[in-house]
Nanobody, 123 residues
Framework: VQLVESGGESVQAGGSLRLSCVASGATQVIGCMGWFRQVPGLEREGVAS????????YYADSVRGRFTISRDSNKNTIALQMDRLKPEDTATYYCAARRWSGACTPGPNDYSDWGQGTQVTVS
């Protein structure tokens, strides 16, 4: 499974960004896809995730109500709409895929496939 993210930019606080992730390869094995973020020196944290059939989503408390994850199963794409951005949202955002079904989980160790990351800077 290959994952490619796009959409990271520099934006002012209060603004919005939309990140996209396209999956290719053996996408039939994917049970859940999600977004994680990492700041240098800190652990990677789960932001939001969604089952490939759309039945279940997960949001970190810090983004619930501001971020929305969605998926287009026909295009093997997920997106993260980020509104009301805050400086503390500044991080490298990674797309990831989990190769088993069931409710999405927030821990990065459950995900085996990762994109290269896209930088989001909020000032």
């Amino acid at each position: 499974v290959q994952l490619v993210e796009s959409g990271g930019e520099s934006v002012q606080a209060g603004g919005s960004l939309r990140l996209s992730c396209v999956a290719s390869g053996a996408t039939q094995v994917i049970g859940c896809m999600g977004w994680f973020r990492q700041v240098p020196g800190l652990e990677r944290e789960g932001v939001a995730s969604i089952m490939t059939d759309g039945r279940n989503t997960y949001y970190a408390d810090s983004v619930r109500g501001r971020f929305t994850i969605s998926r287009d199963s026909n295009k093997n794409t997920i997106a993260l709409q980020m509104d009301r951005l805050k400086p503390e949202d500044t991080a490298t955002y990674y797309c990831a895929a989990r190769r088993w079904s069931g409710a999405c989980t927030p821990g990065p160790n459950d995900y085996s496939d990762w994109g290269q990351g896209t930088q989001v800077t909020v000032s």
